[in-house]
T-cell receptor, first 111, second 114 residues
């Protein structure tokens, strides 16, 4: 079945460092891809999405490009801030419209 | 203003009890979901409803019963609670349930079984 694999965390970075969180997927069709972020004690918030190959989703300085050839959707940010500390989830839409999530990557940014 | 609201936020109860979690969305969406997040933060779909009709029913014990009185509400009732039910339960909604539609999540209900 469809699945998402993302890099294990936790990831600890200093402020202003470059961030990459790897995400690859397995799907029979061409699903939409998403990154969600979960801040401590809160629900999930949509960070960005891409609906077809070569689309680039971007928001709040984060970017991810839908790469069909490598079945990847890596999340990047050029300069992280302490306020970016959270758990990041890569996800795709399953055949019935539900989200299929990766296991989440916890990011901690130190001042 | 809250788009997807769940109550209660915290639920602590004894094994064997029956409890309900309520979810309401004011976004006008026609599809609602319940997800379970375990202690390792892994999220998995439990149920989804589209216009009050059950669409997804994953391999969840039948002690869990969703109820959708209208398309703005999707409640989750759990009978005979077990220790393994301890988790955070998230409600979500989307328009159409289609591939391109992002889902909006509530803040979660943290269920702890003693």
């Amino acid at each position: 079945g469809d699945s998402v694999t993302q890099m294990e965390g936790p990831v600890t970075l200093s402020e202003e460092a470059f961030l990459t969180i790897n995400c690859t997927y397995t799907a029979t069709g061409y699903p939409s891809l998403f990154w969600y972020v979960q801040y401590p004690g809160e629900g999930l918030q949509l960070l960005l999405k891409a609906t077809k190959a070569d689309d680039k989703g971007s928001n709040k300085g984060f970017e991810a490009t839908y790469r069909k050839e490598t079945t990847s959707f890596h999340l990047e940010k050029g300069s992280v801030q302490v306020s970016d500390s959270a758990v990041y989830f890569c996800a795709l839409t399953g055949s019935q419209g539900n989200l299929i999530f990766g296991k989440g990557t916890k990011l901690s940014v130190k001042p | 203003d809250t788009a997807v609201s769940q109550t209660p936020k915290y639920l602590v109860t004894q094994m064997g009890n029956d409890k309900s979690i309520k979810c309401e969305q004011n976004l006008g969406h026609d599809t609602m979901y319940w997800y379970k997040q375990d202690s390792k933060k892994f999220l998995k779909i439990m149920f989804s409803y589209n216009n009050k009709e059950l669409i997804i029913n994953e391999t969840v014990p039948n002690r869990f019963s969703p109820k959708s009185p209208d398309k703005a509400h999707l409640n989750l009732h759990i009978n005979s609670l077990e220790l393994g039910d301890s988790a955070v339960y998230f409600c979500a909604s989307s328009q159409g349930g289609g591939e391109n539609q992002p889902q909006h999540f509530g803040d979660g209900t943290r269920l702890s079984i003693l």
